[in-house]
């Protein structure tokens, strides 16, 4: 519905709305000057029930600018009707004679701007998302009033696990409800979503079901570890199987031949997104899916973890008009977090960002994101040429992985916009060696490149069960650290698989010893005379003495000072940058 349309009705319905109540009121006031009985007007309880009705209302309206804030419904217009409701409702009571009709024309005004918005904003929102449904309200009376009317349309309450599957939405289609309908009956429905709920409660990125001859292997990507989970019986886990196939729109019966799809499935009260892929085996069918939480926030570039004079460096390297910037390092390695944490410094009002991504991880509002399709001819290359016409200032191109994209990429950093991707390389130096391996001119690097950050995640140590230990001072001499001042490192608490065990698991980390992650970084900033370097002859040995001559810093080194600070360990770190 457009802008003006909405406008227009809603002025409509608050006219309406003043005419109907305007009429009996102006009759009353013409019968007399204070047209009121006798005495005793202050009753403490009914000031009391005013108050708590306009607490709500209060309460009502800031979620109303809110919610109009997220959806990009117009702000401005709702926000007015709320309060036209407010102010109109004081008048009312003012005015009106007789306390039950005063108290049912309040009410009523308060409530129907925001009664109104809702029935908009559920237009604009998928099913779950909906508010003040019979679902959303026996929600609401389970979580707050302990009280269970009856079952939800959706399976959520019989089987206690808040997670609801929906078929992939595919570009301008709705869900296949038939297709959640055929699953919702299969025998591994429940294991399927407890499996997921379980995943998302720790934090899981990749979920990986492996058949064996007896049994379905599951296990978790947790902070980039894979962490097994308790295993399905056969029969079960290729049920799950199935019906994570079905609700990707796969085909069933194809055992063998690699498929992939997606799908979508609310959990607790957001939706979350999974890519997923199955293939053949020698004992059967194994699927591994991948999970994207679209509602996460973006960090910024002061969260990612890197010292204060890089993220400086980073900021005046990604706000400027025009250049080329990549992120490198293995799958994994966060590298497009730091993109999106690089686009949230680019004014997104002023400047038209379009992205190109494989798949969209994070929904950004003012940003055009577009998703490749290699199956349907929408490669990075395809979409890069198409988005080049619709004038943009700043792209973002998921990864460069071939020779075109690579070309276009330059081509467009050096005509006036600014080129944001990653690419797959294990330092920042051997980024650019890749580029030039890729078949790309070193001429059209060195005018297009204006830094490569080179970067990994280190699990950070839990806080609760962290181990004290001296440092070997031969090691700290080794690695060139001041061996006077440091006297501790820490470490993860001893793994014994024993028996013992048992009693000592640390409940902050599940017994792993570490609890989430940051970056360890390297950036490779452009200057002038390695511009010339990359012209002249790439020779990779020198260009990176000459990086670290003009104050690169290799990831290890990076490392190191969150190893010192005590937050990460010295193994963690050797093993992330071997
Ligand atoms: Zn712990």
Same mark, same amino acid.
């Given at each position: 519905m457009s802008v003006k349309r909405l406008v227009r009705k809603s002025r409509l319905f608050a006219t309406v709305v003043i005419a109907v109540l305007a009429l009996p009121a102006g009759a009353w006031a013409a019968d007399g000057p204070f047209p009121r009985g006798e005495g005793f007007y202050f009753d403490i309880f009914t000031v009391i029930l005013f108050l708590a009705i306009y607490a709500a209302w209060i309460k009502t309206s800031s979620w109303v600018d809110r919610d109009a804030q997220e959806l990009s419904l117009p702000g401005d217009m709702w926000n007015g009707l709320m309060l036209a409701g407010g102010a109109l409702s004081l008048i009312m009571i003012w005015i009106m004679p007789v306390f039950w009709l005063s108290f049912f024309v309040f009410v009523l005004l308060l409530a129907a701007p925001s009664l109104y918005y809702v029935s908009v904003r559920n237009r604009k929102v998928k099913a779950p998302e909906r508010v003040l449904t019979p679902d959303h309200l026996r929600s609401l009376a389970r979580r707050y009033l302990k009280l269970d009317f009856g079952k939800a349309s959706d399976d959520t309450a019989r089987d206690g696990v808040p997670v609801r599957f929906f078929g992939r939405r595919s570009e301008g289609q709705p869900d296949d409800p038939n297709r959640v309908a055929r699953v919702m009956e299969s025998v591994g429905y429940k294991t399927a979503q407890e499996m997921v709920y379980d995943a998302c409660n720790r934090r899981a990125t990749d979920i990986h079901l492996e058949p064996t001859k007896s049994e379905m292997t599951v296990r978790f990507r947790i902070d980039g570890m894979l962490t097994p989970a308790d295993p399905f019986s056969r029969a079960t886990g290729d049920a799950v199987i199935s019906i994570f196939k079905v609700l990707c729109n796969m085909d069933i019966t194809e055992k063998r031949k690699p498929q992939d799809g997606s799908m979508s499935a609310q959990v607790e009260d957001h939706v979350v997104d999974f890519r997923v892929a199955t293939s053949g085996s020698v004992s059967g069918e194994k699927l591994v899916m991948r999970i994207l939480d679209t509602s996460q926030q973006i960090i910024s570039l002061e969260q990612l973890g890197m010292r204060e004079k890089m993220h400086t460096q980073l900021r005046s390297i990604v706000t400027q008009p025009h250049g080329l910037f990549i992120v490198c390092g #293995?799958?994994?390695?966060g590298k497009s977090t730091t993109l999106y944490a690089c686009l949230n410094e680019i004014d997104r009002y002023q400047q038209n960002i379009i992205t190109i991504e494989n798949p969209v991880e994070y929904q950004l509002e003012n940003v055009t994101q577009i998703e490749v399709n290699p199956k349907a001819g929408k490669t990075f290359a395809t979409e890069l040429r198409s988005i080049l016409?619709?004038? #943009?200032d700043v792209i973002m191109i998921g990864e460069i992985r071939d020779k075109e994209t690579a070309e276009i990429a330059c081509q467009a950093a050096q005509t006036g916009h600014m080129v944001f991707t990653t690419l797959h390389a294990n330092d920042a130096v051997t980024a650019l060696g890749r580029l030039i391996d890729l078949g790309v001119q070193p001429f059209m690097i060195a005018s297009a490149l204006s830094g490569v950050l080179g970067q990994r995640l280190v699990r950070l140590l839990c806080p609760k069960c962290k181990v004290r230990y001296k440092p070997n001072p031969e090691l700290l001499r080794k690695a060139n650290l001041p061996v006077e001042k440091i006297k501790f490192f820490y470490k993860p608490p001893e793994q014994n698989d024993g028996e013992e065990s048992e009693e000592e698991v640390c409940e902050n980390c599940g017994g792993s010893g570490y609890q989430k992650r940051t970056g360890v970084f390297e950036l490779f900033v452009i200057t002038e005379k390695i511009r010339d370097m990359i012209r002249d002859n790439p020779n990779m040995t020198a260009i990176k003495q000459e990086a670290v001559k003009s104050g690169m810093r290799y990831l290890y080194e990076d490392g190191l000072r969150q190893v010192i600070e005590g937050k990460t360990s010295i193994q963690e770190l050797l093993r992330v940058c071997k």
């Open positions: #293995p799958t994994g390695a016409r619709q004038d #943009p």
